[in-house]
């Protein structure tokens, strides 16, 4: 296990499909489908690529994670988006295999759901961080 340990469970190209939640939190508003891909850039970056369609909205954009540095579970993220956005976050690699991201009002949590298979679920929050909502429920299926 080296430097980039840590993260390559997430190394990859992986069909997205899964649920967008309205306001309620429960009603469905829109679907996802597309991909994720994880590559590493060195052994101290991860590049993510998002191309996914949200209902008929589509959505692309890239986020890099790291530095990974040995030993360290939470690394910075930077991800871009398509339409000029640019966000910084967190990730963090969890002891039981899976991964938490998390900034500015939203958060995920990713976990292995079987060989080749995670789950992704998101949530949001309106009020700073107090109460979080679901927001989105993703499978991941590795190619």
């Known amino acids: 296990m080296g430097t980039t340990a840590t993260f390559d ?3 990859g190209t992986w069909d997205t499909k899964g649920d ?49 540095r040995p030993g360290e579970r939470e ?25 938490r991201f998390g900034a500015d009002g939203a958060r995920a949590h990713l976990r292995p759901a079987g060989p080749g298979v995670m789950t992704a679920d998101w949530e949001r929050s309106t009020d700073g961080g107090d109460t979080w909502y679901p927001w989105m429920h993703l499978t991941l299926t590795r190619r």
């Open 9 to 11: 469970a997430l190394i």
């Open 20 to 68: 967008v939640y309205g306001d309620d939190a429960t009603t469905v508003v829109a679907t996802v489908v597309g991909t994720d891909a994880y590559e590493w850039l060195g052994t101290a970056f991860v590049v993510h690529r998002i191309d996914v369609h949200m209902g008929d909205e589509a959505v692309v954009g890239l986020e890099v994670i790291g530095p990974v």
């Open 75 to 99: 690394v910075p993220t930077q991800a871009y988006d398509g339409g000029g956005e640019i966000q910084s976050s967190v990730a963090i690699a969890e002891p039981d295999g899976s991964y």
